[in-house]
């Protein structure tokens, strides 16, 4: 590990073992360890990103959550990136996620996801629907708020590396990526230029955190999961939660372009919140932190929080 700032984001983070295997998860938490669930705030990261994506808000959603969680997914940031005895499946993520917040003796708060982290929820919205939340998370998600994430894959604009990765050529195209090209790709996804030099190389170091970033033709593969069970499992679910639902979308985003949250919202959720942001890109929490901020803590406000 090289740049300080990760240094920093490490020192007052904590490392459990989860699961059959032991692979080590890293996370952190901010402010009081007893809050009850509907003052708790959990995030889940997208892909190819970390907890650190996050740390540029934390800061705006203290003013309204009393605690706020977030962790490295297996295979992201700071956590382990096995290359056996884990499959990357967005179930295997869900199942992490639950395991971290058992650990950290959360019964239940308000859920967001970004990017893959948005198919992390879906899969939790399912458990909830179906009733398979385990009986330790009493208290069950206040809410749940997606943002940018390919929620609907017939309509996402994926960028080249990420299709050639998920092909049969993508273990080979893992060994060749370099700054250069996870620069362009990046930018790419991102859909404007309010995304700094210095938040890109952050992704980018955490991306070569136990050579993650010749991993990436295994982490990718969650989006073969959605393929599958989109439809029939997950948008399925959100069409019947009965719990708060906010879709928050920046509306220069590249890959998961403007008309999937209004298809989101028109067609599976129509009790939901929509709120577009305008010259806002992918990576909405770090190009326009204090935009994301306002317009996803006007939902909670809403809530009554």
């Known amino acids: 590990m090289f740049n300080q700032d990760l240094i920093n984001w490490e020192v007052d983070g904590h490392y459990i073992k989860i699961g059959p295997f032991q692979h080590q998860v890293f996370y952190k938490e901010f402010g009081d360890s007893q809050a009850d669930s509907d003052k708790t705030l959990l995030l889940l990261h997208g892909f190819p990103e970390s907890s650190y994506s996050y740390h540029k808000i934390i800061g705006g959603m203290a003013a309204i959550f009393d605690r706020i969680v977030v962790f490295d997914m297996i295979g992201y940031g700071l956590s382990d990136k096995p290359t056996e005895n884990y499959t990357y499946s967005l179930f295997e993520q869900a199942d992490v996620a639950l395991q971290v917040w058992k650990y950290l003796d959360i019964k239940g708060g308000h859920l967001l996801g970004h990017d893959m982290g948005v198919s992390v929820v879906t899969e939790l919205v399912a458990r909830e629907v179906n009733d398979l939340l385990p009986n330790w998370f009493s208290d069950g998600f206040q809410s749940y708020t997606f943002t940018n994430g390919s929620m609907v894959t017939s309509m996402a604009s994926l960028r080249v590396t990420q299709k050639i990765l998920l092909s049969s050529f993508g273990h080979l195209l893992s060994r060749l990526v370099s700054f250069k090209i996870f620069n362009h790709q990046v930018r790419s996804a991102h859909g404007n230029d309010n995304l700094s030099k210095k938040d890109i190389e952050m992704l980018w170091e955490n991306a070569l955190q136990q050579n993650g970033h010749r991993k990436t033709h295994l982490t990718i593969k969650y989006y073969e999961d959605r393929l599958r069970f989109e439809k029939s499992r997950w948008l399925a679910a959100l069409s019947q939660t009965k719990i708060p639902v906010h879709f928050c979308w920046g509306e220069d985003d590249q890959v998961a372009q403007l008309p999937m949250p209004q298809y989101l919202k028109e067609k599976i959720c ?16 770090l190009g326009s932190p204090d935009i994301w901020v306002k317009n996803v803590g006007s939902f909670y406000k809403d809530l009554a929080i």
Do not use: E, I, K, R
């Open 270 to 285: 129509p009790s939901a919140s929509l709120t577009l942001m305008p010259n806002v890109g992918h990576f909405c929490q």
